[in-house]
């Protein structure tokens, strides 16, 4: 079973920064996409930010697009997830994920495993 392990999460002030990181304990597949999702209570789960491993050409929802970058570290089975000027909505539980795929993908139906969860909270 493919472990996946965050770290990262805490709690910032408005306007501050953090950086999340997710590693793999393994790649059981030859093309490895990796996501980042986040789930605020009372909505729906939502995609952050995703990655095809060892390629080019991230892929981000609207709402952090110029705020958060996603990168890779193909050699580590990692990735992360810097976000900055983080605002009180992106408080969240934000989730790694990981699956088999050919370009990177914000559905979650897309992929097989994920991390524990860690929460970002963001205060004014």
């Known amino acids: 079973q493919v472990q996946l392990v965050e770290s990262g999460g805490g709690s910032v002030q408005a306007g501050g920064s953090l950086t999340l990181t997710c590693v793999a304990s393994?790649?059981?597949?030859?093309?490895?996409?990796m996501g980042w999702f986040r789930q605020a209570p009372g909505k729906e789960r939502e995609g952050v930010a995703s990655v095809w491993i060892g390629y080019d050409g991230p892929g981000y929802v609207n709402s952090v697009k110029g705020r958060f970058t996603i990168s890779q570290d193909s050699a580590k089975n990692s990735v992360y997830l810097q976000m900055n000027n983080l605002k009180p909505e992106d408080t969240a539980i934000y989730y790694c994920?990981?699956?088999?795929?050919?370009?990177?993908?914000?559905?979650?139906?897309?992929?097989?495993?994920w991390g524990q969860g860690t929460q970002v909270t963001v205060f004014s």
């Open positions: 393994e790649m059981l597949f030859k093309r490895t996409v």
């Open positions: 994920a990981a699956g088999e795929g050919f370009g990177w993908t914000l559905e979650s139906r897309d992929y097989n495993y």
